[in-house]
């Protein structure tokens, strides 16, 4: 548009939206839909920010807001889960090795390897790091469609001039 | 020397973070087709590679955890690649598949589009746009599919990704041509601005 939106507020308020549905248990399945909290936080960031210009954005405009509420949401994610991982995030890995149990055929002497590398001193900074990036790409992808779809919703419509109706049609002569 | 005074510092600061403002932004518009389209080319990158690359280390655990907030993961719902279970599901993986193929030939498909001449197609009474027709269209075979699995119809993973697989496309091609659209916008504003800065300093006659 005119390169003089300010994406700030409808970001965090978006990127806050997405982030924290994301976390919170049973909610969070939401995202089993085509990641849909993501795409929630999207569409309120553009929300707020044709709120703030009176509908006057862009698809840019959308896809710019929806992208930086996905990194933000990203990184509420990464707070979220890096305080929790002394409680729940360990659990989770030995979730994620039960599942893998299930698998016919998974190559030998793996399970031992991750058992030990659970146990290691490093695993709970490398899984802030990794859930960053991951989360950070993700989010910021589906937060861009998000952002498209509510510029679709909120974006008024340029006004235009339009051709003025008909004439009625010449009254018949009266005899 | 002359000492500045306190406002018209307050003046300077302002417009130096106007100008980094516009100028960011306006970077930032000009690539966010390129940007988005590297971002959807790594995911299907991630979860097809990780399985090969990451067998013997413990990342492939970390990174199948920093999939969980996106994704149920369910076993036999996914794929297994090189003997290790794919990061997302069968779904997820059509999705995350289609997504780069549909912003990468948004393009050539829109010219073609164009060429059918959409305004013929669409109502004056009912306001539909092609691309709400393709995702509603793309997203049919997956709804069938997820009908024909709720109704107890034999389904199994690969019907599950080659179902979802055009929704993914479709969603690709329609967010690859609004940000393309962006982005060529952007450079024109861009050249426009400069040829128009140029003028005003009169080294162009």
Redesign the interface.
């Known amino acids: 548009m005119n390169g003089q939106q300010n994406y700030f507020k409808p970001a965090i308020i978006g990127g806050l939206a997405s982030g924290l549905l994301s976390v919170i248990p049973i909610i969070s399945a939401g995202n089993c839909v085509c990641c849909l909290w993501v795409v929630v936080g999207g569409v309120l960031a553009v929300y707020f920010l044709a709120e703030q210009n009176q509908g006057k954005i862009s698809p840019g405009d959308g896809a710019l807001a929806g992208l930086l509420s996905g990194l933000v949401g990203a990184c509420i994610v990464t707070i979220v889960l890096s305080v929790s991982i002394p409680f729940l995030g360990l659990r989770m890995l030995r979730h994620q090795m039960d599942q893998m149990r299930r698998i016919p055929g998974m190559p030998g002497g793996i399970e031992q390897f991750y058992g030990h590398f659970l146990n290691g001193r490093f695993v709970i900074l490398t899984i802030i790091i990794a859930v960053l990036i991951v989360s950070g790409i993700l989010f910021s992808i589906f937060g861009t469609l998000g952002g498209l779809l509510g510029s679709a919703l909120f974006a008024k419509k340029q006004q235009t001039l339009q051709a003025p109706p008909p004439l009625p049609p010449p009254a018949p002569p009266v005899a | 020397m002359v000492k500045k005074s306190a406002s018209e510092w307050t003046i300077e600061v302002a417009s130096l973070r106007r100008l980094l ?2 100028a960011f ?2 970077r ?2 000009k690539h ?1 087709y390129v940007i ?1 389209l590297i ?2 080319m ?2 299907p990158a ?1 979860i097809w590679l990780l399985p090969f690359l990451l ?2 280390s ?2 492939y ?13 369910q ?1 036999d719902r996914s794929f ?1 690649v090189n ?3 794919m990061m997302v599901c069968a779904r997820c993986a059509a ?1 995350y598949t289609g ?1 780069p193929i549909g912003v990468f030939f948004c393009a050539p498909v829109f010219k073609w589009v164009r060429k059918l001449q959409p305004s013929k197609l669409q109502s004056e009474r009912i306001p539909i746009s092609p691309g709400g027709v393709a995702v509603f269209i793309s997203a049919l075979p997956a709804a069938f599919e997820l009908a024909a699995e709720k109704l107890g119809f034999p389904t199994g993973n690969l019907s599950r990704f080659f179902a979802t697989f055009p929704f993914g496309t479709a ?1 690709g091609l ?2 690859g041509h ?2 393309r ?3 060529l ?2 450079e024109r504003t861009i050249v426009m601005t400069g040829a128009l800065r140029q003028l005003k300093q009169g080294s162009v006659t």
């Open positions: 403002h516009n932004h306006m930032f518009r966010l988005f971002g959807t790594l995911c991630i067998q013997r413990p990342f655990l970390i990174a199948r955890l920093a999939f969980s907030a996106l994704c149920h993961q076993p297994v003997g290790m279970l999705i997504l969603l329609i967010a609004f940000l659209t962006t982005s916008e952007t």
